[in-house]
C-alpha cells in the first residue's frame, strides 16, 4: 500500500468514525424521546478511492411492527371510548346494590305505597309517597339527562377530531415536500422522518391508516376502511356539529350531521371507511349505542306513566288528564314516546315541590275535594298497577312481558352487561396493544448497546490516529532523505 493510500484510508476512517459518534451521541441524547427511531451509521468501500464511504444515517423501523402497533392502538382508543360510555351510564342508572338506582327508587316507592295503604289517613305517610314517586321519577330523567349529556360529548368530540385529523394531513403533507426537498440536496431527513411518523401516530388513533412509501421519501396514506385520506394532496374532512344533542335527532333524519371526505358522504358505521379508532367510536356512541341506551330508558318511563294514566285505575281522570307520573305535565301520547324519559314529572297535584295535597294520591288526583280518608282504593290501585304484567319492547330489552319491579332490574342488568363486555374489549385491546409496543420497543434505543458502540467507535478511531501518525512519520523520514 503507498502512502497516498494509508493517508486516504486514514482519514476516510477517521471521517466515518466521528460521524458514527455523533449518530451515537443522537441516540443516546434521544433515548427517551416520544417518537424518535433509532439512527445507524451505513457504511461501504469507496469504488472510486481508497478507504471507507459514509452511505447514509438509517432509521431503525420495522414497517410490519410499526404497522401492527399502530392497528392496536387505533383499537385500543376505540374500546376505550366505548368502555368510559358505558361506564357513565353504568353510573347513570346504577347498581342493584346502589340506594339511589333507579331500581332501589322504584322499590322505595312500591314500599312507601304498601304503608300508604295501610294508614290511608295518614298525611305524612302521603307526603313519603309523594317524594318517593318524585325521587323514582327524578332517577330515571336524571339518567337520560345525563345520557343526552354524552351523547352531546360525542358530537362535541367528532368535531374536534375532525379538525385534528385535517390539521394532520395538512402535517404531513408539508413534510412529505420537505423531505422530498432535502434529500435531493442530499441532507439527512431522519428528524423530518420522525415527525411525520409523529404526525401519523396521531390520524391513525382517531382513524386507522395504512401507510404507503411513495418515490422520493413521500408516503399515501389510506383508511383501513378504504377512503383516501392522502396521496398527493391531503384530503378535506367536513362535519356540522350541534351545540346540543336531543333525543330525537339523528343522523337518519337528517338532523345530526354525518361526516364528508372531500365533499363526499361516507359512511361512518363500525364497517364503513373511518372503521376502528376513536372517530368510529363517538359516531357510534352518538348514533347506535346512546339511541338504544335512550329507547331502553324511554320504554321503562313510558310503562310507568300507562301504568298510572288510567282512568279505570283513577276513576276522577278524564280520558286525556295527566296521571300520576306525566310527560312534563301533560297527557302522554304514545306516538310521542321519543325524550319521554328525559321530560318524565310527577303530577304537580301531588309533588311537594308543587301544589303539595298529597290527599289526591288517596281520593284522585282530580277529586273536587277531600274523600273518605280511610278508603284506599285508588293507592291500593297504584299498588296493583305496579305488580301487573305488561308487554314492553325496546332495543336492548326485546319484546318481555313484566311488572314494573322485573323491567327495572332488566335494565340495570342489561346495561351492567353491556358494560362488562366493554370492559372486557378493553382490557383485550389493552394487552394486544402493549405486547405490540413492547416489540417496538425492542427495537428503540438500548444504551448498552450505545456504550458498547462507542466504545468500537474510539478504538476505530484511534487507530486510524495511529495510521496518520506514522504517515507523518514516514513522510518526515522520506523527506530527510
Do not use: C
Not at 338506582?101 to 313519603?128: C, W
Request: aromatic letters at 4%.
Amino acid at each position: 500500500m503507498s502512502i497516498t493510500s494509508a493517508f486516504n484510508s486514514a482519514m476516510t476512517g477517521l471521517t466515518a468514525a466521528g460521524r458514527a459518534s455523533s449518530v451515537v451521541s443522537e441516540n443516546l441524547a434521544n433515548a427517551m424521546t416520544p417518537g424518535y427511531a433509532k439512527r445507524s451509521l451505513t457504511l461501504t468501500s469507496s469504488a472510486s478511492t481508497i478507504g471507507v464511504k459514509v452511505v447514509g444515517i438509517d432509521r431503525n423501523i420495522d414497517p410490519a411492527i410499526q404497522s401492527g402497533r399502530r392497528t392496536t392502538e387505533a383499537e385500543l382508543g376505540n374500546a376505550q371510548v366505548q368502555s368510559d360510555f358505558y361506564a357513565k351510564l353504568t353510573r347513570l342508572v346504577g347498581s342493584a346494590s346502589d340506594p339511589f338506582s333507579i331500581t332501589s327508587r322504584l322499590t322505595n316507592f312500591d314500599s312507601s305505597l304498601i304503608e300508604s295503604i295501610s294508614r290511608p289517613d295518614s298525611g305524612p305517610r302521603l307526603n313519603d309517597l309523594a317524594l318517593q314517586a318524585e325521587a323514582l321519577a327524578e332517577s330515571i330523567s336524571d339518567a337520560a339527562e345525563g345520557l343526552r349529556n354524552a351523547r352531546t360529548a360525542s358530537e362535541g368530540a367528532i368535531d374536534t377530531q375532525v379538525d385534528i385529523v385535517n390539521q394532520g394531513l395538512q402535517d404531513v403533507h408539508k413534510l412529505n415536500a420537505r423531505i422530498m426537498i432535502s434529500q435531493a440536496g442530499g441532507m439527512n431527513t431522519a428528524a423530518l422522518q420522525d415527525q411525520r411518523a409523529q404526525a401519523i401516530d396521531a390520524i391513525n388513533e382517531i382513524i386507522p391508516v395504512t401507510m404507503i412509501q411513495r418515490d422520493n421519501g413521500q408516503v399515501a396514506l389510506f383508511s383501513e376502511g378504504g377512503a383516501i385520506l392522502l396521496d398527493g394532496l391531503p384530503a378535506e374532512l367536513s362535519f356540522d356539529s350541534v351545540p346540543d344533542t336531543m333525543p330525537h335527532m339523528t343522523q337518519a333524519n337528517g338532523l345530526l350531521s354525518g361526516l364528508e371526505i372531500n365533499g363526499i358522504p361516507v359512511d361512518t358505521g363500525p364497517g364503513g371507511a373511518i372503521k376502528g379508532g376513536t372517530l368510529a367510536a363517538h359516531f357510534e356512541v352518538r348514533d347506535t349505542i346512546s339511541v338504544e341506551a335512550q329507547e331502553d330508558l324511554d320504554a321503562m318511563a313510558s310503562d310507568l306513566i300507562l301504568r298510572f294514566q288510567d282512568t279505570s285505575l283513577d276513576t276522577t281522570l278524564g280520558a286525556t288528564d295527566p296521571g300520576l307520573f306525566t310527560d312534563d305535565g301533560n297527557f302522554f301520547d304514545v306516538l310521542n314516546i321519543a325524550g319521554i324519559s328525559n321530560r318524565l314529572t310527577l303530577n304537580d297535584k301531588v309533588s311537594m315541590d308543587g301544589q303539595g295535597e298529597t290527599w289526591r294520591l288517596r281520593d284522585g288526583l282530580n277529586a273536587a275535594a277531600v274523600g273518605n280518608a280511610g278508603d284506599a282504593s285508588v293507592l291500593q290501585g297504584y299498588a296493583d298497577a305496579l305488580g301487573s304484567l305488561r308487554t314492553v319492547s325496546s332495543a336492548g330489552l326485546g319484546t318481555t312481558t313484566v311488572n314494573a319491579a322485573t323491567l327495572s332490574a332488566n335494565l340495570l342488568s342489561h346495561f351492567s352487561q353491556t358494560g362488562h363486555a366493554a370492559d372486557q374489549a378493553l382490557s383485550f385491546a389493552s394487552a394486544s396493544y402493549s405486547a405490540m409496543s413492547q416489540l417496538e420497543l425492542a427495537q428503540a434505543v438500548d444504551s448498552d448497546e450505545e456504550l458498547q458502540n462507542l466504545m468500537l467507535i474510539e478504538q476505530a478511531y484511534a487507530a486510524n490516529a495511529k495510521v496518520l501518525t506514522v504517515v507523518d512519520e514516514l513522510m518526515d523520514t522520506l523527506l530527510r532523505i
